[in-house]
Structure formats: structure tokens, C-alpha cells
């Protein structure tokens, strides 16, 4: 609508010279075409031809040595019936849902915590980011150190220091002991970048309207509920949809600590595509687990999107 | 445990010092104490643990690392430098670091360039179609990168970009662009449109528009999408791994996995030497942009 | 130069690479590396002219690991005038990055990998038979475990060149041991369980990994499965697991584990190298790297340790061999070189004994060698605790054991089936029949026989 209008305004009133350039570079199609130009060229060269390869991968029966044969949806149906692909396939989606609730709480709650007055705020601020700056790898060798059945040291401190236990925790050594630990791991990772994101969003709030609610005698949870989260919620939608999508399709934290153990009750369908694809040299059956993974992210990071976003346009901050 | 309660005791003595001319009631410091201190100062010690375990296993001896009847693991009792010189003269880290912080960077430019242009057609000039491609470049995120690195590597070779660190710095916009694009698609609309229609009234063309108007605007996104993508880069395994085969074009993550495991032995001290000196000097640029980037989107939004 | 083992080429050869890289080399003389050798005459590859050869081999294990072999190499190519570069890459990046090269069809000349590579990669591969008998001839013979993954299944016709296997073994300490009342490791399963629970009850229990460790944890399940007399698959590639042979393992897996530390199910690679050397563990299986590592440590509590190891072969059980087997390295050229002979004359070059023996005596055990002839050297008398490791080549046991090697059977053990069986019995999270008709599922999905 404003396009047009803006069209129509601009052959109304030619104020400036025209030279031919500008005037093609005005030219809407030729400007859209411009600037669609190397994001275009970059994902169909490197993403969408090589998707089209990976699609087709998981039509057949590739094996790494030996190109394979088109068995149409075999790989599928062999994997419907594979209880350890069920088995990553809700792990991923439990895993998924705990982190990022866990990442979001915490990390508007740290947001909440850096917007007060602190001192040294920028250098604290910076700080704090750090797990999110360190290779994942690499953090995920420490957190694996400090699962370990024997030398963990928060096993130390519990049980050497405060003596609260008698044995070391064994973090890793049964299923939902290292399926929460994992989750603890994605946690510490993912809060620095929800908080620091949504302390941007919390910035953009006017203090005024804290003080024209503060006069009207509102409770700080009254604050919280009817200015913080409705002011914020445009920023969340995009923090979270993009948390959904990185926590989902993770696979270095998993890989490093894990591999999936014990009994395959940690393996995320990244994890899985990678160990029956690139170890287990099944390439087609891991093309297969990839792409299965696709509607799960697309209904994930949908919902998020639009369930959370769609308050922006209530919000009527935007003329769309 | 002892240096965490000193950092807390600090913080909290810090910020008596700084409210005390404030002339606040005892009542509502404690409180403060209690609602602000307390749970950032546990937020910090559980955020930056793991960091300060890198950091003393990098300067601990071998015999220390697995001795904890005899020596207190939160401590250090003869600290060496032997692992950090290990890393730093023995293997080529100082290069891989330069060779990731290239990649990440040129990455970085690449992509937001792109997704500047890309955002500002669909969200700004809103030709046919607009919100379809948009929703394609976002489903483009969606493709893990497991599945695209053989097909991938194929196209790589193909371009006779094997083994070249620019071979990573064409495919890392792939899972780049999509998200950039998504921000900055969410920061354009935060821009009103009233500013550009008038620049138009006033004939400005839509470049200089984007250029004078938009751009300076929508700084903060920017940065955002640049933090943003700088760290996907730096933190990026698998196509490092698939792509590059030299040891000395290596990238800071992929190599130190490779050159300080050998076997089944993992040369800890060395290991943790290297992602934390590879983390800092990172760092210190975040601590210069996070500061940006939250200030200058105050700035931007009530204008 | 064609394959002489004078004892003046040893001498000078050995000396340069020792000079040059201040090797911890065990003091090993030239005669400690002299080698028996039958005289057959060298096969010509004639390097095409302008050759140049990139290799790909995994992370060293031990720095004169690396070092010699680039000092082998650089000998190569100051001879030859080739010139090579030598890439290593982390052990489990070999996987991938083989897998990109022979996809793609460019890439390195030479790759050194892992076991069941040459099988699955079969028709990409330069064939070596030339090369092979040509050494066989010379060096005593290939062992057994060198055939079974280097030729193609079920023919003479070899793909790669293996140039040696790390071997597992019991890594045990001596004054624990005796401490229980054994001077060495019961071969049989009964005593074997008998003497854990007697470590265990004087606090130095015994530990092996039961997660997902590509190495230690197939290790171990192997182990449980091939001392009983069980196996995978018939030699026909058929799922045999469901056996009553594997249920009797099965049941001892689950007897033995409370005798094990607690811990074992999140063990990877590195922890009982970590457990042994922090004193928590009595005995473990693995290669020579706990050992190694404990005695050239600058740590006099660590070399306290090293003095107080010692090393067996695993119990056999059932088995009349080792039943573990050895993680080969295969050197294999790939078809898309453009310089199949070149490739040829520096395999070949690597492999004689001039340049081989060091680089073996200088892994110190890490690597076992695949030709008979290297282990009579007098080297590895040097040190007897390191004896166990020297025919780990010598066994008729392989992953997949008894089927053929192949991207299927691979697919198996990646997926750690028979890991994940044993742990899921010994924890009680299964019965034992429960466990096996779910593995031999899980198996079947690949191994269609």
C-alpha cells in the first residue's frame, strides 16, 4: 500500500535531476532485483542446489563408498519403524522445549537484572557473554570435565567440601541424569544471548511510561506484566524463534559430551543424521534423518514466530 | 568457592560505595542487595565457571589435574606456563587464530551486506511477492548443515576452493544471511516510514534513502546481525572440518581438536589454554560493541 | 637403495631423525632395529615425473609419532625429489574427510585410515597387490588382522597397505594385583570376575567403558562378545547375535559390572586413561598410551605409577587368540590420484625397514606392526612390560567379526548396537534375551546377509 502511494508521489513531484542511472535506480524492479541479487546468489549456489543433492541423497541408498540407487521413501520407512530415531526424534523436541523455556526465563531475568544502575555495567555486560563467545566444542570439553563420574568438580564440592553426599554424581551415567545435564549445558550457553538481546529490547522501553504507571500506583509485577512484556514481545518473538531453530538443530554439545549415550537416549536428530551418516557411512538413511528434521523446525520456529509475534501487530506500533 | 564469595563481596562493597550519596534507606538497599546482587552475582559465577575451570586447568600441571585428594582443584598449586607455551610455540595457533578471525570477519561483511539489501527490498520496497521470499530465505535456515556438507563439498570442489579458507567464507553466509535478514527485516519495521516518505517527497532516491536514512537508523540492527554472525562463524565445526584439510589453514576450533587430541589422550592444560585465549580477544571487541549496540538502539528508537 | 638393511644405512638414518628431533627414543640402537629380511627384489615403480603427493593420516599418538614420520618423509623426497605433504588430521575427522575425498573425487593422493576404509571405499582404490607380496615376501608375511581389512573381502587382492594396528591389552597395577593375591590376569571368565570382586573389596575396583566410545567402549563389548564364543554375524554377513553364547556374556557382563567403578555408562575414549592414571581404577583395557603417558611424565607420582604397570593380553576365555582386536591404519591411494606410482614408491619407501623401524621402535608401542618381521627386533625387549602389544596384529578377530568387512557392518559398530547391548543388561535396564533380540534388530537394519 505505502509502496504505491510512494510510487505514485514520487513521479508526481520530480524535484531533482534525473539522470538515467538514477532514474534506473529507482526503478523498482531493477532496485528489488539489485538487492535481492547477492542473497539470492549465495543460497541458491551454495544451499538450495546442494539441498536439492541432499534431498535426493535421502531418496536413495548411498552408501559412502558406493553411489546409490533410488529407492523411494525406504529410508523413511525403515526409520518409522527404528525406535532409536523415535527415540532422538522426542529427545529433540523435549530438549528443545525445556531449553529454551529455561534460556528465556533466565535469560529475562539476567536482562532484567543488567538494566538496573550496577557498576562496571558495560564491562559485566561483556562478560556475561562469554559462553556464548567460546566455540561450543570447546565449552563442551569443559562441561564434559565437569561431568565426569570421576573428577566433576561440583561432585568435589559435594561431596569432599560439604560432605552432603556420599558418592560422586554420576551425571552422564543414566538417561534422564544426562538428558538434563545436557540441557543444563544448552542453558548456560544460550542464556548470554536471550539476555543480552532482550536487555536491548528492555533499553527501547521509555522510562516514562514506568513513570506515568508508578503514579498510578501499579505494583512492579503489575509494571512487569502490562509494560515490560508487552514492549518486549516484538524483540522475543525474533530471540526466540531464532533460539528454537539453534537449540533444535544443535549438535556440538551433544557430540562432545554424549555421542548420544548411554542406550541412544541423548541423540538429537543432528546427532543421528551425523553417526549413521558420516561414521556408520549410510549416507542416504543420514540424508533421511536430516531432512525429517525440516517440518519439525518449520512447525517449531512457525509457532514461535506467529504465535509470539502476532502481538506486534496487535500492538499497532506498525502501520502493516 | 573463596575467590567467588570475594567477587561478590567486591561487587556488593562497589555498589555501597557508588549509592551511598544517594542518600537511599537501609531498608531499600538491603533490598536491593537481595532482588539485584545476590542472583546477577550468582548469575555471574554460574555463567563464568566453566571459564575459570579453563582458566586454571590451562596453568595447572598435569599431576594436579587428577589429583584432587592431594591438591584442591579450585586451585592452582604450582602454576606453569609450560601448556600455554606448548600452544603457543609448539603448534601454530597464533595463525589459526588469524586465519578463523578472517573468515569470521569477511563472513560477517558478506552476509550482513547482503542481508542489509536483501531486508531492505522485502521489508522497504515491498514489490510482489516480497513476503514469500522472505519466508524462503527463512526457511533456508532451516536446512541443517549435516546434510549440506558432502553435497556441499562437491560444489566446493567443483569451484576449486578445497582447502581454502575461502571456500568457508562463501558458505558460512548460508546460514548467515537467513537469520540477518530476519533481524534486520525486525529492525526496519521498528524505523518508521513516515522518515523515508518524506525523503522521497523531498526526491532523494531510494539508495540514498537507504544510505542517509535507514542505515544510520538501523546501526544497532546492524551490530546486532554482525555480533550475531561474527559468533556463528567463529563457533562454526563442520564445514571447517569437512573443508579444510591443511594445518595451518585450519580454524581455531577444528584445529584445536585436532592437534591436542591425540588418541585417547587429551592434552588438557594445552586444550583449555586455547579456547580461552581464543575467546579474549573476541571478547574485548563484544565488550566494546555490547555497549554500542545497547546504547545506540536507545538512541535510534526515540528519535 | 632398494631395500637394503645395512646396518651403516640404519646407523646414519636413525641417527639424523634422532639428532633432529631430541626423541625420547628409548635409547634404541641401530642393532636393536635391525630387522630380518629375505632377499626379493624391489618392484620398480617408476615415479611419474613431476609427481607431487599429498597424504592424510590421523593425529599422531606420540610426538615421534609425527615427527619421524615427517622425517621419513622429508628422506623420501630429498631422495626422489617428490615432494609430499603430510596432513594429520584428528582421529575421527579421518571419517569425514575420507568420505568428502572419495565422494568428490579430488583431494589427497594418499590416505592413511581406519579398518573397515578400504572395504567401503573398495572401488575407489588404487589395488596394491604389487606392492603387498612384494613386502610379504620380504618381511616374513602379513599378519592376519593386516589381510582381513586390507584385501578385498574374500580375495588375495590387496586395496591399501597396512601400516600398522594400535592393539588393546589389560593395563593392570602390579602391587593391586598382588595386593588381591595374583601375580597375573586369570585367562578364564570365572577367575577373571573372582578377582574384580577382590579388587573391588580392597577399594581398586577394575573399570572399562560402556559409553559411547568409538575406541574403549567397542573394545570392551568385543571383547565380552568373541571370549564367549559369540559373534555378530555368520561368516556369510548374517545376524548371529541372538546365540546363547551372547546371552551367556550377556549375564557376565552383568555380574562383572557392580564390580566395576561407578561411572563406566558416560565413559568415552580418554576417561580410563584419566581414572588409571589418577590412581581410581586397578586395571583397564587399552593401548600403550596410559603407560606411555604415566612414564614420560615429569611427574614422579605418575612414574611411580608407570613402574607399578604392567600389561597382558586380554583374557581369552573361549577364544584361542586375543579375542581384541587392533585399530589398523590402512594407507590407501585413491584412483583420482594422477601419480599411482609415485604413491606406490613412497608406500614402499615408508614401509622398509630403514625408515619403518625407527618410526616403530619411536611410537614405543603405539603402533603394532602388520609385518612379521618387524616384531623381531631386539628393540622390543627393551622394555618387557610393552611385550602383550607386539603381535596385537596377530589374531583372527576384527570388528564384524565373522561376516565380511563392509559399510554395513561399519554402520553397526558406529551405531554402538553391541555397546549399548551390554550396557543396558549390565545396569539391569534389560534382560539379557530383551537386549539381544533388540540388537539383533537394531543390526539386521544394516546386515540384511
Redo the contacts between chains.
Sequence with gaps: MDATTGELILEWKPRRRHSRISRLFDWKPFLVALCMLPTAGLLLIFLTYPLGLGLWLSLTDTTIGQPGEYIGLDNFTSLFSDPVFWGAVWYTIFYTAVATVGKFLLGLWLALLLNHHIPFKAFIRAIVLLPWIVPTVLSAIAWWWIYDPQFSIVSFVLVDVLHWRSHYIDFLGSPWSARWSLIVANIWRGIPFVAITLLAGLQTISPSLYEAALLDGASSWQKFRRITVPLLMPILSVALTLSVLFTFSDFQLVYAITRGGPFNSTHLMATLAFQRAIPGSQLGEGAAIAVSMIPFLLVATLVCFFGVGRRKWQQGSDND | MTEALAANQEVQVAASLKDAPELLSWDSRARRVITVYIPLAIFIIVLLFPFYWMAITSIKPDYEMYNYKQFNPFWVHSPTLANIRKLLFDTEYPRWLMITMGVATAATFISVGASVLAAYAIERLRFQHAQHIGLAIYLAYLVPPTILFIPLATLIFQFGLFDSPLALVLTYPTFLIPFCTWLLIGYFKSIPYELEECALIDGASRLQILRRITLPLAVPGLISAGIFAFTLSWNEFIYALAFIQSTERKTVPVAILTELVTGDVYQWGSLMAGSLLGSVPVAIIYSFFVEYYVSSMTGAVKE | MAGLTRRDTLLSGTAALIGAATLPLIGAHAADLDVPTADVKSPDFKAESGATLRV?RP????DPDEVLFRANTKKFSDQTGIPV?V???????V??????A???????DIIIGFGSAPQ?????LIQMNDLAEYLGAKYGGWHQLAQIYSCRWGTQDWLAIPMGG?GGASVYRVSWLKEAGYDSIPNDHAGFLEMATKLKKNNHPIGFA???A???GNGFANWLLWSFGASLTDEKGKVSLDSKETIAALNYARELYPQM???????????????F??G?ISLTF??V?IYY?AKN?S?P??QAIAADTNHQVPPLGMAKKSPSSSLVVNAMAFRHTKYPNACKEYLRFMMEAPQYAPWLAGCLG?WSNSLKAYGKMAFWDADPKLKPYIDSMDTPYYDSYKGPIS??S??VA???TL??MF??VA?G?ATPEAAVK?AAR?AA??LKG
Design positions: 592424510l593425529a599422531k599418538f606420540v605433504r596432513d594429520f588430521v584428528g582421529w575421527e575427522d571419517q569425514p574427510q575420507t568420505a568428502v572419495a565422494n568428490t573425487g579430488a583431494g589427497p567401503i571405499y573398495a572401488n575407489k594400535s560402556l559409553g559411547h568409538v575406541g574403549d567403578i561407578e561411572g563406566t555408562l558416560s565413559w568415552g575414549d580418554p576417561s580410563n586413561n584419566k581414572a592414571a589418577a581410581d587399552n593401548g598410551s603417558v611424565s611427574d607420582k605418575l603405539y559399510a554395513a561399519s554402520a558406529a551405531n554402538y555397546v549399548d550396557a543396558s545396569t535396564n533388540t537394531q537394519r544394516y
